[in-house]
């Protein structure tokens, strides 16, 4: 299985844009598996996210079940915890390293930002 090209272009977007100061003096490094395919890795430090092809020498890694999952949570902001409550993600390590992830993308619908 391939993840589309616009899930890579929606989470460069999102990471250009990223917010680490909402987590401060936090780094990781998250691995993101779409199936079985190890898709990226997203490494966060002072300076913002970083996205590197494969997973390698990750703290934690999101397996998602398919590409439109990962959509769920990168393109409509469903938080990440109802898609592993649902058993449509995994995460193996830290659950609060995707959470602390998910809050710097900006990706959880509480605290998106919307400018009219």
Do not use: Q
Not at 9 to 37: C, F, H, K, M, Q
């Amino acid at each position: 299985m391939s993840v589309p090209a616009e899930l890579r272009d929606a989470l460069d977007e999102v990471a250009s844009t990223a917010r680490v100061d909402r987590v401060p003096n936090w780094r990781a490094s998250i691995g993101i598996v779409v199936g079985d395919e190890p898709w990226v890795t997203c490494r966060t430090g002072s300076d913002g996210v970083s996205i590197v092809e494969g997973v390698t020498d990750v703290d934690s890694t999101l397996f998602a079940s398919d590409a439109e999952v990962l959509k769920r949570w990168l393109v409509d902001c469903v938080d990440y915890t109802h898609l592993v409550r649902a058993g449509d993600m995994v995460i193996d390590g830290s659950y609060f390293d995707v959470l602390l992830l998910s809050k710097a993308l900006g990706l959880r619908p509480d605290r998106r930002e919307v400018f009219a």
